[in-house]
């Protein structure tokens, strides 16, 4: 007997596009993100190919990260960036004054220059990347909600949840020619009755976190074991606790392991202004450069007195850390299987970012634990497709209310720090929709292009990321502001509508700043086109 | 005193006593302690505040009056309602200036929750009900601890004459997230080619009513 293991790594990051810009400050998440993660986990990816590994991954790419991938400007950036790097490398190499250090300079200068050969091999867009492990059949690409808005906030206006599952079903499908099977919902947010928002736009699976199982309306037989389908036939698989706990725990997990790379210490911020400048924000900003030559070396150790990193003894932690957690997972699935007399379906899913940008080694950690686990016959990789192809039973159960956020709800989107985004949300929502109602015949194109452009901000207002970012208390201004502008946008693109005193220039402005979805229809926020189609 | 007629004794450049006079006048509160740029800018803002109740007095539309580029307000006569978690609901209110002048002339504003689970809710017929006094001016929304999860709640936002509650906006339905694994036996299971499964005690039909007496609730 044995048991499935689903590795789901949810990618996501919000809509950041200043293209009249130098490289923005926060347009560094989506450059950082690219070269630490999604790249080195393509390169992986073939790599395990190349060796006839077997591996399956469940990924979801959010709509806006989708939409960054294809644009152009940002793509140009992030080349630019990491010929800086490499230019910094080579600097680095000079002024070395050991040869440890020098290795490790040249140790980046490689990596830099891989990660843009591997870029051009894309023709710069990551989604084709993706798009060729789904096609062998290891990688499972699944899509999320339009802008990762957090929908059990919205349930009380459902035409704005079914927008935004409508959208992120169909911009995977303009990006990959194939509809998604599944969908990653923001923060795993979820609320009753979703299921059936889920169903209609051909959704076949989604996921939640545990409790959501724990607390449903039935109680689950196989825990959170197995995938259950809610009442209008759509399937819900629930996150193992266990598996997030291990790798990822503040506390306990691998990461803070000494010989992995130190996060917080980097050369930004280590070398001398002068030098350093032509390679942090252009505001002077001191900023991470992801180069970066210290290990953890131990938790208590102060910054300054971090050790030099040492590759092999790294990848060496990897692979230990993979076969401990190998070892663990097979034991889980043989006491589930003692428990259930039937085969477990064990859960892991992980915010993308924890491989490469978080966790530097992750991604060698991840291949370490497929190489080794293709020797035991216990731990069988799958798909969601997969796994509901293997069963013949399943239970009828609703989830509960939930989201993997802080306490298990919805304080991260909505508290003392956030909670005044929402008289701006409801109210714009519910002008989109009086608007499409009224418009809905509308044939001057210029008044069309008004109307799909406010709904493009709407839905850029509506993004998780700034509310998590309010009660995180990083950036704040900048998601205050990103909310503030697209409010402010909508309204004044608003006005404009209906005085029909439309400002041409203003609105090509935005078009090309905010230009997610090129293909939006504001009549989706139409009620009457919901009923219609429901 | 206008607006303006105050503007042009600002402009005046007025003596400190001159200004500390017509604060008093006005029914400012004035410390003795206070500088004259402390008075000025008192009757400054005295004076924005005339601006904008004449603004919407005039029912101009309310996104004028903007904080930050953003619209304070919408006049939207709203009442919105969300969980934040199984043991917290969070409530705003956005007023147009018909409401907000209405409910301000009123001595006692209240926001009240209901717990409405299970029943088709008449304005009487609340499980049990949570009391807020409000003040309009210094609160826009509010935060209600609420002693069950997995229920219905429904707020209004109103006014109490002679001893009763008289609603003026009333919000969407609520439901509080699960926080317990449900006391529930049955289970139900599909299978592949054949109809779905049942197993387990047959399900209650839901009660129609919790028994308590909502009429002692409400103190009527």
């Known amino acids: 007997m044995n048991g499935y293991f689903l590795l789901v790594l949810h990618t996501h990051l919000p809509y950041v596009n200043h293209p009249n810009h130098d490289l923005y400050l926060e347009e560094r998440w989506y450059v950082e993100a690219v070269l630490e993660s999604y790249v080195p986990l393509l390169m992986m990816f073939d790599r395990l190919?190349?060796?006839?590994?077997?591996?399956?991954?469940?990924?979801?790419?959010?709509?806006?990260?989708?939409?960054?991938?294809?644009?152009?400007?940002?793509?140009?950036?992030?080349?630019?960036?990491?010929?800086?790097?490499?230019?910094?490398?080579?600097?680095?190499?000079?002024?070395?004054?050991?040869?440890?250090?020098?290795?490790?300079?040249?140790?980046?200068?490689?990596?830099f220059l891989a990660c843009l050969n591997y870029l051009d091999s894309l023709n710069g867009n990551l989604a084709n990347g993706f798009k060729k492990h789904a096609e062998f059949g290891n990688v499972q690409l699944i899509t999320c909600n339009a802008t990762h808005g957090f929908l059990p906030l919205m349930r009380h206006q459902p035409f704005a949840v079914d927008t935004q599952i409508k959208v992120g079903v169909e911009t995977f499908k303009r990006h990959f020619g194939f509809e998604p099977k599944g969908i990653w919902l923001a923060e795993c947010g979820y609320h009753s009755g979703l299921d059936e928002t889920l169903k209609k736009y051909g959704v076949e699976f989604f996921f939640v976190d545990s409790h959501a199982f724990w607390y449903a309306d039935e109680r689950p037989y196989f825990d959170v074991y197995r995938p259950v389908m809610t009442p209008s036939g759509v399937f819900a698989f629930a996150r193992d606790p266990e598996s997030s706990e291990q790798v990822w725990s503040a506390t306990l997990g691998y990461p803070g392991d000494g010989r992995y790379r130190e996060f917080y210490r980097d050369l930004g911020f280590d070398r001398d202004y002068d030098y350093i400048k032509p390679y942090i924000d252009k505001s002077g900003v001191r900023v991470n450069v992801g180069i970066k030559y210290h290990k953890v070396t131990s938790?208590?150790?102060?910054?300054?007195?971090?050790?030099?990193?040492?590759?092999?003894?790294?990848?060496?932690?990897?692979?230990e850390h993979a076969l401990d957690f190998l070892n663990k997972k097979i034991s889980q699935i043989n006491s589930l299987t003692d428990v259930f007399n039937q085969p477990p379906v064990i859960v892991a899913p992980f915010d993308t970012e924890l491989f490469g940008h978080w966790w530097f080694e992750g991604p060698e950690f991840l291949e370490n634990f497929f190489v080794e686990a293709s020797r035991y016959r216990q731990i069988k990789f799958a798909t969601p497709s997969e796994v509901l192809e293997k069963f013949d039973s399943?239970?009828?159960?609703?989830?509960?209310?939930?989201?993997?956020?802080?306490?298990?709800?919805?304080?991260?989107?909505?508290?003392?720090?956030?909670?005044?985004?929402?008289?701006?949300?409801?109210?714009?929502?519910?002008?989109?929709?009086?608007?499409?109602e009224t418009y809905f015949e509308e044939k001057d194109p210029l008044k069309t292009r008004v109307l799909n452009q406010m709904l493009r901000e709407l839905l850029l207002a509506e993004s998780s990321d700034w509310p998590f970012i309010m009660t995180t208390g990083t950036?704040?201004?900048?998601?205050?502001?990103?909310?503030?502008?697209?409010?402010?946008?909508?309204?004044?693109?608003?006005?404009?509508?209906?005085?029909?005193?439309?400002?041409?220039?203003?609105?090509?402005?935005?078009?090309?700043?905010?230009?997610?979805?090129?293909?939006?229809?504001?009549?989706?926020?139409?009620?009457?086109?919901?009923?219609?189609?429901? | 005193?206008?607006?303006?007629?105050?503007?042009?004794?600002?402009?005046?450049?007025?003596?400190?006593?001159?200004?500390?006079?017509?604060?008093?006048?006005?029914?400012?509160?004035?410390?003795?302690r206070m500088k004259k740029s402390e008075v000025l800018k008192l009757l400054q803002d005295f004076a924005k505040s005339l601006v904008s109740q004449k603004k919407e007095e005039k029912a101009s539309p309310p996104q004028e009056i903007r904080e930050n580029g953003l619209p304070q307000s919408y006049g939207s006569d709203r009442l919105v309602l969300l969980s934040v978690n199984p043991n917290l609901v969070y409530v705003y209110w956005d007023l147009s200036s018909e409401t907000l002048s209405k409910l301000s002339a009123q001595k006692e504003v209240l926001l009240r929750l209901y717990d409405v689970t299970y029943i088709v809710f008449d304005g009487t017929n609340a499980h049990r009900i949570f009391e807020?006094?409000?003040?309009?001016?210094?609160t826009r929304n509010y935060?209600?601890?609420?002693?069950?999860?997995?229920?219905?709640?429904?707020?209004?936002?109103?006014?109490?004459?002679?001893?009763?509650?008289?609603?003026?906006?009333?919000?969407?339905?609520?439901?509080?997230?699960?926080?317990?694994?449900?006391?529930?036996?049955?289970?139900?299971?599909?299978?592949?080619?054949?109809?779905?499964?049942?197993?387990?005690?047959?399900?209650?039909?839901?009660?129609?009513?919790?028994?308590?007496?909502?009429?002692?609730?409400?103190?009527?």
């Open chain 1, 49 to 111: 190919q190349e060796k006839k590994v077997p591996f399956k991954v469940t990924i979801s790419l959010s709509p806006p990260l989708l939409e960054m991938f294809r644009n152009t400007t940002l793509t140009e950036k992030l080349k630019k960036y990491a010929e800086k790097l490499v230019e910094l490398c080579e600097k680095e190499i000079a002024r070395a004054n050991t040869q440890q250090e020098r290795d490790l300079a040249g140790f980046y200068r490689e990596r």
């Open chain 2, 1 to 32: 005193m206008t607006c303006e007629e105050l503007e042009v004794f600002l402009s005046k450049n007025p003596t400190i006593q001159e200004a500390k006079a017509l604060a008093r006048k006005l029914g400012l509160k004035v410390k003795k």
């Open chain 1, 299 to 319: 938790r208590e150790t102060p910054l300054e007195k971090k050790e030099l990193y040492n590759r092999d003894e790294a990848l060496s932690a990897a692979k």
């Open chain 1, 394 to 436: 399943f239970q009828i159960v609703t989830p509960a209310d939930s989201s993997w956020g802080n306490g298990g709800y919805f304080d991260t989107w909505l508290n003392g720090k956030n909670d005044w985004i929402q008289l701006h949300l409801v109210e714009i929502r519910d002008r989109m929709k009086r608007l499409a």
């Open chain 2, 143 to 220: 935060y209600f601890h609420v002693p069950m999860a997995n229920a219905d709640y429904l707020a209004e936002l109103g006014f109490k004459a002679e001893g009763k509650f008289v609603p003026v906006l009333r919000s969407n339905v609520a439901r509080t997230p699960s926080n317990t694994p449900s006391t529930s036996v049955r289970q139900r299971w599909i299978i592949k080619g054949k109809r779905t499964v049942k197993i387990g005690e047959p399900p209650l039909k839901p009660v129609e009513r919790i028994h308590i007496s909502s009429q002692v609730e409400s103190g009527r």
């Open chain 2, 132 to 138: 807020a006094g409000v003040h309009l001016s210094m």
């Open chain 1, 475 to 534: 950036n704040v201004e900048y998601a205050v502001n990103r909310i503030k502008t697209h409010v402010k946008r909508f309204l004044d693109l608003e006005t404009q509508l209906v005085k029909d005193n439309i400002d041409g220039e203003f609105l090509a402005r935005l078009e090309q700043e905010d230009d997610v979805f090129p293909w939006i229809e504001f009549r989706y926020y139409a009620a009457f086109q919901t009923r219609k189609e429901g």
